[in-house]
């Protein structure tokens, strides 16, 4: 079982930047790939971006290429999204998943963290 709690989110201006961090408990995060979600209110769960533990490669969301990046830190059992230029559209609750490197389900879920953009 993996617990992951995210911390991070708040209220922020359009064209400001926010770091989402995701802490990582009761197993180390090796041999998952990690995954950033978000839900705006009465939308879907959409993909944001992922990390793979293998490789460290990232992959991201078009509308978000460029302005989020994600990392992370195995040592620390760690996930970060740092976001930059903001846009009222980002505004959603923001979830961190883990999936084993060698599966395409997410099997862990964060609780969320609730990022607003204001215009």
């Known amino acids: 079982q993996v617990l992951l709690v995210e911390s991070g989110g708040g209220l922020v201006q359009a064209g400001g930047s926010l770091r989402l961090s995701c802490a990582a408990s009761?197993?180390?995060?090796?041999?998952?790939?990690m995954g950033w979600f978000r839900q705006a209110p009465g939308q879907e769960r959409e993909f944001v971006a992922a990390?793979?533990?293998?490789?460290?490669?990232?992959q991201y969301r078009d509308s978000v290429k460029g302005r989020f990046t994600t990392s992370r830190d195995n040592a620390k059992n760690m996930v970060n999204l740092q976001m930059h230029s903001l846009k009222p559209e980002d505004t959603a609750v923001y979830y961190c998943?883990?999936?084993?490197?060698?599966?395409?389900?997410?099997?862990?879920w964060g609780q969320g963290t609730q990022v607003t953009v204001s215009s």
């Open positions: 990390i793979g533990w293998r490789n460290g490669i990232a």
């Open positions: 009761g197993r180390a995060l090796s041999g998952y790939d």
């Open positions: 998943a883990a999936r084993p490197t060698w599966t395409s389900a997410y099997e862990f």
